[in-house]
């Protein structure tokens, strides 16, 4: 019992916090998917890049099952230099630091809107190629997607 009590002492603002909020008082490890965020990525795809530049556009879709909503924070690639992720309107391009992932919704990167930028490749992309895309979400954690490389009219569901 007396390490019970000393537990408890340490971990007292928590513990009041949480009950504050009605909730059980359940140790978290902090490092586990919260339940209400439930992610999955469909028709990932790189349309092969027109120019010699080795710049490139990427496109999928994020669902989210869950009952939370989440954020797209970060996107890294170990086959490139550099992905970002960039939303177009209809004359800019502009480069954000995140994309929000709706409760029971979708984040859709798809042509003509928001989308990744990848640059710096380390050999020269071809159609059939598969790029590792490591999306990094804020509650979801990294999910690695293996992105395969298009034609540059290819459509999702052609
Ligand atoms: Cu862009």
Do not use: C
Not at 12 to 40: E, F, H, Q, W, Y
Not at 49 to 69: C, F, I, K, Q
């Amino acid at each position: 019992m007396a390490a019970g009590f000393t537990r408890v002492a340490l971990t007292g603002a928590v513990l009041a916090a949480v009950l504050t909020a009605g909730a059980i008082a359940v140790a978290n490890d902090g490092g586990s998917t919260p339940a209400g965020v439930k992610l999955s990525v469909a028709d990932p795809y790189i349309p092969l890049p027109a120019g010699g530049d080795g710049m490139a556009a990427g496109y999928l879709t994020v669902r989210n099952t869950g009952s939370d909503a989440d954020t797209l924070i970060r996107v890294t690639s170990p086959g490139a230099g550099s992905v970002t992720m960039h939303r177009s309107t209809d004359t800019t391009m502009q480069e954000v630091d995140s994309l929000p992932v709706p409760a029971g919704g979708t984040l859709q990167l798809a042509r003509g809107g928001t989308h990744l930028m990848i640059m710096g490749w380390q050999k020269p992309p071809t159609v059939g190629d598969r790029l590792e895309i490591d999306l990094t979400f804020a509650k979801g954690g990294t999910i690695a997607v293996q992105v395969p490389v298009k034609p540059l009219t290819y459509r999702p569901g052609s």
